[in-house]
């Protein structure tokens, strides 16, 4: 029996790499001019760390989690988000003791158990920014500045920008009583993950996907009527400075997001052609998590946007690359002759191919063609004798003859930029 790649994690190749390449060039690009700097941090932690961060009673840690024991009997888990690895890093170099804000990005693998369909894979990958060390207003509407550019950047021309604000510690209670009030009359309408659910996390009832839930739902208090004062404030300058820089959004009341650590600002980028799972991105502000895992709160927000889903609808299309010289030797003695000249161009960063069979020259020219090469060099017995190598350029079919001294000079001049 063959053996194939587990169900969810698919190998990515071809143009779809090219894509990526793509997305990761532009947003290392959108991160650099934000002043982040890159952090990679290992796939694999301590279990206590997600279930601490991300909450005990979300669908991640309650069900999604790939968590095995190690030879040594240690419960770790592969990272199924990359914010929980960034503050446990932040913590465990004492950057928090520096002068802040600080500010990274990390870009790679997730893991989550989640029923696979389109957009959603048991591994994907995640593009993720982090500010940490600034309570203010100011930090959050620059990164969803920063999370605007990068999608227009990649022509994602059908998104929307979805903000809320889900409170504080301070103002969350209230809401949480006004939720729980509301739906302990409609608890025949919910399904029975939200019936439990609203004991333990009443939000996430806003977030179910069964019909039944998203009907009672549908006149649920809304976070923004219960925030505090301090809460408000933040939220209207969010706002304010948002406008002030024309980024398009829509507040949604009930917009709460899948993991537990968020407070205030939250936010979702919205694909319009993504069917089910639309967010291509999301994040928010995450205070009190510093604290949470043994820091000083002193303000914490960032966002992660979907690799796999950016790519399915992002208009830009990465540029293809070819060979720019497709050596076509005929004979061993002009195979000899040329293997070092192949050699040396290879390493000036030239794209060169070159058969490795005795092939004739109709076959390599076939081949030539298929690799789409810019241009063909042509080296036979007779070419060899005559002191001159023939180059054909593909584009129009012209041809010329150049002494082979002049050679190496000759084709280093067809290196694209
Ligand atoms: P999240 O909303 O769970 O947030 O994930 C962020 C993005 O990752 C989603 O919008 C989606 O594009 C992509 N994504 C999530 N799950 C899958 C999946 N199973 N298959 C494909 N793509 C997926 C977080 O992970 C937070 N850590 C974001 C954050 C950073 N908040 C603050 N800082």
Known sequence: MSIKAIRGMKDVMGTEVARWRLIEAVARKVFRAFGFSELRTPILEKTELFARSIGQATDIVEKEMYTFRDRSGDSLTLRPEATAS??????????????????????????????????RL???????????????????????????????????????????????????????????????????????????????????????????????????????DYLCADCADHYQEVKRLLELSSVAFREDPRLVRGLDYYVRTTFEAIAGDLGAQNAVAGGGR?????????????????????????SLVMGAEPPTDRPELFVAALGDQARDWVFPLVAELRSAGLWVEMTSQDKSLKAQMRRANKLAADAVLILGRSE??????????????????????????????????
């Open 86 to 119: 960034v503050v446990r890093s932040y913590l465990e170099h004492k950057i928090h003791r520096r002068p802040g804000p600080h500010k990274f990005f990390t870009i790679g693998p997730m893991f989550r158990h989640e029923r696979p369909q389109k957009g």
């Open 122 to 224: 048991r591994q994907f990958h995640q593009l993720d920014a982090e500010v940490l060390g600034d309570p203010g207003p100011q930090v959050d509407a620059e990164l969803m500045v920063m999370l605007t550019q990068l999608l227009q950047a990649l022509e994602l021309d059908n998104v929307e920008l979805v903000i809320n604000s889900l409170g504080c510690p301070v103002c969350r209670p209230d809401y949480r009583r006004a939720l729980v009030g509301f739906f302990q009359d409609r608890t025949d309408q919910l399904c029975d993950d939200c019936r439990r659910r609203l004991e333990v996390n009443p939000l996430r009832v806003l977030d179910c996907k069964s019909e039944g839930c998203r009907a009672a739902a549908a006149d649920a208090p809304a976070t923004i």
């Open 286 to 310: 995450y205070d009190p998590l510093v604290a949470e895992l043994g820091g000083e709160a002193n303000g914490a927000i960032g966002f992660a946007a979907g690799i796999e889903r950016l």
């Open 384 to 417: 060899l004798d005559a002191g001159r190598a023939i180059i054909k350029q593909m584009a129009d079919g012209s041809q010329q003859e150049i002494e082979l001294s002049q050679l190496g000079r000759a084709v280093r001049l067809l290196k694209r930029d």
